[in-house]
């Protein structure tokens, strides 16, 4: 799975103070709420029934009711684009990734891959192999057959080709070679790897386009292909394969997908899903008005953050909806540090020159993350819901460095002393380095996420503690992606990105040195690379080879340690995930690795709701 950018935010100084007389006079969350992961059931694995020589994918769960509407919610300024290989955001990533489904899934209880728009796949003893048999007889949204042809074009023209978000073709390569897909006739596709690929088969849940919709928008180029299906295109030109087609996008209020009657799933009474006319997006711009619309009855679900969530638990038997400790997110938040070194096309350098020898300095680096206090970070923002982070890997990973996890707590004489090795000194509160530059520098975010924007005040206050001055600048989501992938004039960043706490390689697109995302020495220009970002690339590219758990753990343990040690990623954070949802719905099994939406097709609303 592909990491994408999450929104994330800064506020003022006041907001922070807000939080910890809140916090301090509420009910903790921790006493309303255990940390503990529920434990869930789930419905038997949907199988495939053939009915008048369609292979439908048949639901397993519980019958439900046609009609009604699901309301969500998104932060922000909503979705970039709703082309699902131009996504580079979560949330773009998820408005597209609904209306296109791929070749293969995840299992919610056990994250086992599952075929989707395959019916079967087999996997060749020398484990190079993967054989693809697909569904006969289901169609895209426009009536016309999903077939071989648009697998081959998917993966050949638009994927491998490098078009859009390069992620995935990142993820896949071996050895500077990219896999070999073929048409073996026109239901069958045939997948061949030089050598044994342990994460290949998980990114084959990349979606499946539609090669007579595509086509055109391929052969004019990647510079038309990048605007192709964006936030301006007629709801009516998109042709889909997944349970719900755009209807109506309002820019900076709502997203609004209408149920797609082609859709290859079907329940046990053999009657086309999903059950739901309508899934809404309304896009409320900040946290405080997600929850505003969530106690106005507007909107069915929310995360909850941890200051809210002892407040919502404690009325839970009264109300109308039902909420779930998820257990810890499965995605990072981070400070990243901008240690390009090199200059952009106009001979202007990426990073200040004084500003690369702190940056570049591994002291520096490392007196910024003992500064920072993660304690009270969880304890002040999450309300005690969550644990510090110090690792690339998430709390509930099965690759997590569990010595490292441990971490440490904030040391401020630490912090100094690491600042002395290299020369920095103190003068009247003032950090200076050793050639009596004063330590100035932006810390850019974007605002609109209150949990995250008062976490950016915290750090802000830890850094200033030291005599630095932080100048806050949060920007516009667009501008700020443009900052840090494409012409990177930035110093510090506050950012997240989504994960699989199943595959590591999905970061391969940030660790990798020429990854899309490989944010702190982004490779707009060619730039001589840290040895230790040598050593990156020859892990991941190790590590992908081997089949074994335990030799992919020793391989993973040890990219963590680097990243622990060098720290061009200063992780803060992961938060416990709490969700709530209306009671009304019925087939709901929410999963710690998948969330509480993730099966919309069979969601429905109950009988006199």
């Known amino acids: 799975m592909k990491k994408v950018l999450i929104l994330v935010f800064i506020l003022s100084l006041c907001l922070v103070s807000c939080i910890r007389k809140d916090t301090a006079e509420d009910v903790t969350s921790k006493n309303v709420i255990s940390q503990t992961v529920e434990t869930f059931e789930f419905p038997p694995v949907a199988k495939t029934v053939t009915i008048d020589g369609v292979d439908y994918l048949q639901s397993q769960a519980e019958i439900g009711n046609f009609g009604g509407e699901l309301i969500s919610s998104t932060i922000g300024e909503g ?14 990533d998820t408005m597209a990734s609904l209306m296109y489904d791929g070749l293969v899934t995840s299992r919610p209880d056990n994250g086992e891959v599952v075929p989707k728009l395959a019916k079967s796949f087999t996997i060749s003893p020398d484990g190079k192999v993967y054989t693809f048999y697909l569904r006969k007889g289901i169609k895209w949204s426009d009536g016309k057959p999903i077939t071989a042809d648009d697998v081959v074009f998917t993966w050949n023209k638009i994927i491998l080709a490098g078009l859009g978000n ?11 070679q990219l896999p070999k897909v073929e048409k073996i006739n026109d239901y069958t596709v045939k997948f061949t790897t030089i050598k044994p690929f342990a994460p290949f088969l998980r990114n084959l849940t990349t979606p499946i386009a539609p090669k007579h919709v595509f086509e055109n928008a391929v052969n004019k180029g990647e510079q038309y292909f990048d605007s192709f299906l964006g936030t301006t295109t007629p709801p009516k030109e998109f042709v889909i394969s997944g349970p719900f087609k755009l209807k109506e996008y309002v820019a900076a209020q709502r997203v609004v997908y209408e149920r797609n009657p082609n859709y290859y799933m079907i329940n046990n009474n053999n009657e086309k899903l999903p059950y739901l006319n309508k899934l809404v997006f309304l896009i409320v711009g900040d946290l405080n008005n997600e929850i505003l619309k969530f106690e106005a009855g507007e909107i069915d679900i929310i995360s909850l953050r941890g200051s809210t969530v002892g407040k919502y638990k404690e009325k839970e038997n009264k109300a109308d909806y039902k909420i779930y400790n998820l257990g810890a997110d499965t995605g990072t938040m981070f400070v990243a540090i901008n240690m390009s ?57 099965i690759y997590l460095n569990k010595e490292l996890a441990k971490g440490h707590g904030k040391d401020r004489e630490k912090a100094v002393l690491y600042l002395r090795k290299s020369g920095f000194y103190q003068k009247d509160g003032i950090l200076y380095d050793r050639f009596g530059n004063r330590v100035e520098f932006d810390l850019y975010t974007n605002a609109g996420n209150t949990e995250r924007e008062a976490i950016g005040v915290m750090v802000k206050q830890d850094l200033e503690d030291l005599g630095m001055k932080v100048n ?14 494409n012409d990177p004039q930035w110093d510090m960043t506050i950012m997240g990105l989504t994960g699989s706490p199943l595959e590591p390689h999905g970061g391969k697109n940030v660790w990798y040195s020429k990854g899309s995302l490989h944010l702190f020495n982004q490779r707009v220009v060619e730039m001589p690379l840290f040895p230790w970002e040598k050593e990156l690339d020859r892990i991941i590219d190790e590590a992908s080879l081997k089949i074994g758990f335990n030799d ?43 969330g509480v939406t993730y099966n919309l097709e069979e969601i429905f609303i109950k009988e006199g709701q």
């Not at 979705?79 to 773009?92: E, G, M």
């Not at 390069?166 to 500077?176: A, E, F, K, Y």
């Open 472 to 485: 806050f600048k949060p920007i516009e989501f667009n501008s700020l992606v443009n900052k840090l992938v």
């Open 166 to 176: 390069t992620s995935t073709r990142d993820s896949v390569m071996i050895d500077g």
């Open 79 to 92: 979705p970039k684009t709703f082309n699902p290989f131009n996504a580079k955001d979560a949330t773009s």
């Open 552 to 594: 992919r753990k020793k391989l993973y343990d040890k990219y963590q340690e680097i990243i622990y040690d060098e720290k061009p990623i200063i992780y803060l954070y992961s938060p416990v995930r709490v969700v709530a949802i209306r009671k009304k719905f019925g087939n709901i099994y929410p999963s710690e690795l998948s």
């Open 341 to 397: 070194h090199g200059k952009d096309k106009n001979g202007k350098f990426f990073v200040e020159p004084k500003k690369q020898l702190w940056f570049n300095d591994k002291n520096f680096r490392t007196a910024v993350d003992w500064a920072i206090d993660r304690e009270g970070i969880v304890n002040n923002i999450a309300n005690g819901l969550g644990k510090p982070l110090f690792t690339a890997e998430s709390l509930n990973s």
